[in-house]
């Protein structure tokens, strides 16, 4: 293999590499963000519990009012049976009494009805606060998960452009001009080995003279898809 052909190998790596580290850095804030989406849906989803469960509570206390209060209705109307003066009185005292009795009977099976959606309500609230729980310490965990690996690709980063410089220090002058060209575009999918004489960057085949001039340490660059062009085997 040729000096210029080993050296268009080990950039194409590098810039792979490069690319690929910059990638999963940007790609850290990201998980981040969809932690954080994740744990406030998980929070409003303990706020809507708990808000349910306090607006059932407030109806439940708002109708054990009213039936305190149609209690103390039903007392005074028996009250006043002894005190009739004609049986007429007395039934329509009578009938007013059971048809409050029977109102009342409707209002505690509402109220017990109530009363055990209030306990499953309670119960969502209180798997929902584990959610919660669960969720910050892994949201907590995802971000300093993140940040570590956040310090390793630009560790990793710093490393590979120091490595890319000096690599690029040994391209001839006669292809550095067309290098800083398509790299300022195109970064790692500027090169492409070629094996026997097909571009592994578009699968199009090359002509011998192509071929040969990379074995003569000449810049080839693919016709078909414009990549700077090594032979295969310096991966």
């Given at each position: 293999?040729?000096?210029?052909?080993?050296?268009?190998?080990?950039?194409?790596?590098?810039?792979?590499?490069?690319?690929?580290?910059?990638?999963?850095?940007?790609?850290?804030?990201?998980?981040?963000?969809?932690?954080?989406?994740?744990?406030?849906?998980?929070?409003?989803?303990?706020a809507?519990?708990?808000?349910?469960?306090?607006?059932?509570?407030?109806?439940?206390?708002?109708?054990?009012?009213?039936?305190?209060?149609?209690?103390?209705?039903?007392?005074?109307?028996k009250?006043?049976?002894?005190?009739?003066?004609?049986?007429?009185?007395?039934?329509?005292?009578g009938?007013?009494?059971?048809?409050?009795?029977?109102?009342?009977?409707?209002?505690?099976?509402?109220?017990?009805?109530?009363?055990?959606?209030?306990?499953?309500?309670?119960?969502?609230?209180?798997?929902?606060?584990?959610?919660?729980?669960k969720?910050?310490?892994?949201?907590?965990?995802?971000?300093?998960?993140?940040?570590?690996?956040?310090?390793?690709?630009?560790?990793?980063?710093?490393?590979?452009?120091?490595?890319?410089?000096?690599a690029?220090?040994?391209?001839?002058?006669?292809?550095?001009?067309?290098?800083?060209?398509?790299?300022?575009?195109?970064?790692?999918?500027?090169?492409?080995?070629?094996?026997?004489?097909?571009?592994?960057?578009?699968?199009?085949?090359?002509?011998?003279?192509?071929?040969?001039?990379?074995?003569?340490?000449?810049?080839?660059?693919?016709?078909?898809?414009?990549?700077?062009?090594?032979?295969?085997?310096?991966?």
């Amino acid at each position: 293999m040729t000096a210029t052909t080993e050296t268009m190998s080990q950039l194409h790596r590098i810039h792979k590499q490069l690319t690929d580290r910059r990638e999963r850095l940007e790609a850290g804030p990201q998980r981040v963000m969809a932690h954080e989406a994740q744990f406030a849906k998980l929070e409003n989803d303990k706020a809507l519990a708990k808000e349910n469960a306090t607006q059932l509570r407030m109806a439940i206390d708002s109708k054990q009012l009213l039936l305190q209060s149609a209690e103390n209705k039903i007392s005074e109307l028996k009250g006043k049976l002894n005190a009739c003066s004609s049986n007429r009185e007395y039934q329509a005292l009578g009938e007013q009494i059971a048809a409050a009795e029977m109102a009342n009977s409707v209002l505690e099976d509402e109220i017990l009805e109530a009363m055990d959606r209030s306990e499953q309500l309670a119960r969502v609230v209180t798997e929902a606060e584990g959610q919660v729980s669960k969720g910050a310490t892994f949201l907590a965990d995802a971000k300093q998960s993140v940040s570590e690996e956040e310090q390793a690709h630009k560790l990793s980063i710093a490393q590979l452009k120091s490595e890319l410089a000096e690599a690029e220090m040994h391209l001839p002058d006669e292809v550095r001009t067309d290098y800083d060209r398509i790299v300022r575009t195109r970064h790692e999918d500027s090169m492409a080995a070629v094996e026997g004489d097909i571009c592994i960057g578009c699968y199009q085949q090359i002509t011998p003279n192509m071929v040969n001039l990379l074995a003569m340490k000449e810049v080839v660059i693919c016709k078909a898809c414009g990549r700077l062009l090594y032979l295969a085997g310096q991966e």
